[in-house]
């Protein structure tokens, strides 16, 4: 699928999953106290658009195995030759980031740098907010550097206004590891499939003969339209009642 189709779909299903979630005693701020002197258990309005568009970052990060992907082009020469070097210790595209293990690591690693070191847990957010907005086409076409330059400015921007208003990201391990689930299950519905259990190299094709091809009419011209609508319904959904 192409990268802004994993963006969205990662962006669909923090809107979906997230709030059911935010409960899990690992998932909260244990810092964080309404007036009553309760531990708050909901995200607030900030958090769950934060998370929809980290989400949106997380399900571009297995194409990290991808030098010619969006994500490689998102900070210029920085994220090109990350790119390169996750490549080649992966086995190339769609190979071990593309896989169960690798979601599932990535999630826990991003909850442990969360809760551990706030600086880091800092260049994790900004890293995956610019690589929402880049995959969603933020940037100026046939200029790689004017690009990258746009991204880094709105991806501080986005960054203050969460600063400013006081988000919490306990949930950062929840959004990388959904995001980069979804993100197979999304390529597991191509026709090449991905190796959801690798080590394991046989490749996992869902549903069984759809097969949707990567950047044709169907994922342009239907699909994308599809998602954009359900992102807009699930947010008037989640912040109406708000």
């Known amino acids: 699928m192409m990268g802004h189709t994993h963006a969205m779909t990662g962006a669909i299903a923090w809107l979906g999953l ?18 009553t002197g309760i531990m708050a ?38 994220t090109w030759l990350l ?6 210790v992966s086995g190339g595209h769609r190979g071990a980031t593309h896989s169960l293990l690798f979601a599932v690591a990535l999630g826990l690693g991003a909850h442990w740098l969360a809760g551990t070191y706030p600086l880091g847990r800092d260049i994790m957010v900004v890293l995956l907010i610019g ?4 995959a969603i086409g933020v940037g100026i076409p046939g200029n790689k550097l004017g690009s990258a330059m746009v991204n880094i400015g709105m991806t501080a921007g986005l960054f203050a206004v969460f ?5 919490g990201y306990a949930w950062l391990g929840l959004a990388v590891g959904v995001g980069c689930f979804i993100h197979v299950v999304g390529d597991c519905m191509t026709e090449r499939g991905c190796p959801v259990l690798w080590p394991m190299s046989v490749k996992w094709v869902l549903p069984w003969k759809i097969g949707i091809k990567t950047g044709k009419k169907f994922e342009q011209k239907i699909l994308a339209p ?3 609508v359900a ?12």
């Open 18 to 35: 997230a709030p059911p979630l935010a409960a899990l005693p690992l998932l909260n701020e244990s810092s964080r106290f309404v007036d």
């Open 41 to 78: 258990t909901a995200l607030t309005p900030a958090e769950l658009i934060a998370g929809a568009i980290i989400c949106a970052g997380a399900a571009m990060l297995p194409d990290l195995d991808h030098p010619s992907a969006t994500i490689a082009q998102t900070f210029g020469p920085v």
């Open 83 to 88: 790119s390169k070097a996750v490549s080649w």
């Open 131 to 134: 690589l929402a907005l880049r």
């Open 163 to 167: 600063l400013s208003l006081g988000v």
């Open 226 to 228: 599809v998602l954009s």
């Open 231 to 242: 992102i807009v319904g699930l947010l008037y959904w989640r912040l109406a009642p708000l």
